[in-house]
């Protein structure tokens, strides 16, 4: 008996409208909004839910899940210094496979083993220029989160199909997890300065100096010519393919045709594949994710129903509308704290300014202070010294001996009522007040005797 499919359409709880697919008549249809940012250009997750009245099938697709590897030390400065970034976004780049099946466990709820491997017939299958499109409208908005811009270094867009086996209980499970997969490799350069507004452009020169980042040549090599394209590690499958035994049988004839020199070449081209040499921010995630959970013995049932939900998949427009809202609401909120931070700075610089003033008057009058000492002491000296002249020629002038700190013994006249020391060991005696603790400071003179 076939199998009669119907247009459903998918509602969250809420009552939002997220999309239409093709499943059997009588399977259930479910739907919600994670409503929390996962990324800058991802401000909600959609989720597609489909199950079979006896439980044993569920299948699921979730929207656009972009992630950001950020790998200069700059651009880290950015997002920590722009409170409204996104931080949930930010993870480390991993591979395809390994994103994809951390994912599908999720989705399974136990460890998975990969079987296969095989393309995914998606409407982004069939329109690689309009998969490209939508990667570099990616690009582009995390360009303008950032106010520069990028140059696309290296890019991949596929839409794969994984095929992973498990357990529940005493069950064998069996869980094809597919997506539309994109990553954009990015490096920014010295011309992006041209693009800045004034206060990016102060960020970038102070953050090039905090972190060293080299000069002219820094960011100026060309980007690729031919983008890399995802080696494959399976031939292509076509919908026959998948209705003839599944994906696990093409798997084994497909190991069986292979030499031990085949698959050992095969893993070296993959080791030896060129890491990126200097990239700056990794854009990594996919478009679409899809997803379905059946017991081994319904491989050919949940296949068959599977393939035609994900290439009857219609995301409803009302998800872009609000995608588009809310991430023009976010650079909103960025911009605007950019221009709080940059009043800031301008504040800072204004008090470090006043402060800097403050320590030249500082100086200045300690500078005068010093010098009207000097020339006190000096006046007194003179004034001793015409004394002790005009009477050394009536008697004979009695001394007093003091040892400064290198050592030497000098004479000062009985007649000095204060005997000082500078800092090159010469002493002086000075007749009349003392001096006071200020000026000997700013003399840098101490007092001996």
Request: glycine share 8%; net charge neutral.
């Amino acid at each position: 008996m076939s199998t009669v499919f119907e247009e459903r359409t998918f509602v969250s709880r809420a009552g939002n409208v997220l999309g239409k697919a093709l499943i059997p008549a009588d399977w259930s249809a479910s739907g919600g909004i994670d409503e929390n940012w996962q990324g800058e250009m991802v401000p909600f997750v959609a989720t597609m839910n489909a199950g079979s009245p006896d439980g044993g099938i569920y299948m699921r697709t979730s929207s656009k899940d972009v992630h950001t590897d950020l790998r200069n030390a700059f651009l880290k400065t950015v997002a920590v210094l722009v409170q409204q970034h996104t931080e949930a976004g930010y993870d480390k780049y991993i591979e395809p496979e390994a994103y994809i099946r951390n994912w599908a466990e999720g989705y399974a709820g136990v460890p998975l083993q990969l079987t296969a491997v095989a393309d995914l017939p998606t409407v982004l299958a069939s329109q690689p220029e309009l998969a490209r499109g939508l990667l570099e409208n990616d690009k582009s908005l995390y360009d303008m989160f950032l106010e520069m811009n990028s140059t696309i270094e290296s890019a991949e867009c596929f839409s794969r199909l994984y095929r992973f086996s498990g357990r529940q209980g005493d069950n064998e499970i069996i869980v094809l997890a597919g997506m539309d997969y994109q990553c954009a490799r990015l490096v920014y350069g010295p011309a992006i300065l041209n693009d800045f507004s004034d206060s990016m452009k102060k960020l970038y020169t102070a953050a090039r100096e905090k972190f060293n980042l080299s000069g002219e040549n820094d960011y100026v090599e060309k980007a690729r010519e031919n983008i890399r394209r995802f080696k494959e590690t399976a031939s292509k499958m076509t919908f026959s393919d998948y209705m003839k035994g599944g994906i696990l049988g093409k798997m084994k004839e497909q190991k069986k045709q292979q030499t031990p020199v085949q698959v050992s070449q095969r893993v070296a081209v993959k080791k030896e594949e060129p890491g990126e040499k200097r990239v700056d921010l990794v854009l990594w995630g996919s478009q679409h994710r899809y997803g379905c959970l059946f017991f081994a013995d319904r491989e050919k049932e949940a296949t068959g129903v599977f393939l035609n939900f994900v290439r009857s998949i219609q995301q409803d427009e009302s998800l872009d509308v609000r995608e588009n809202n809310a991430i023009n609401r976010k650079m909103q909120l960025i911009r605007q704290q950019a221009a709080i931070n940059q009043n800031i700075a301008l504040q800072k610089t204004a008090q470090l300014r006043r402060m800097q003033a403050k320590t030249s008057r500082m100086i200045a009058r300690n500078s005068r202070l010093a010098s009207e000492g000097l020339m006190d002491s000096f006046n007194k000296k003179m004034a001793s010294d015409s004394r002790i002249s005009q009477g050394f020629s009536e008697a004979t002038m009695g001394v007093n001996s003091y040892t400064n700190s290198y050592g030497q013994t000098v004479d000062v006249s009985t007649a000095a009522d204060h005997v000082y020391e500078n800092r090159y060991g010469d002493v002086y005696g000075v007749s009349g007040v003392e001096l006071d603790q200020e000026t000997l400071n700013g003399l840098n003179w101490k007092k001996i005797g």
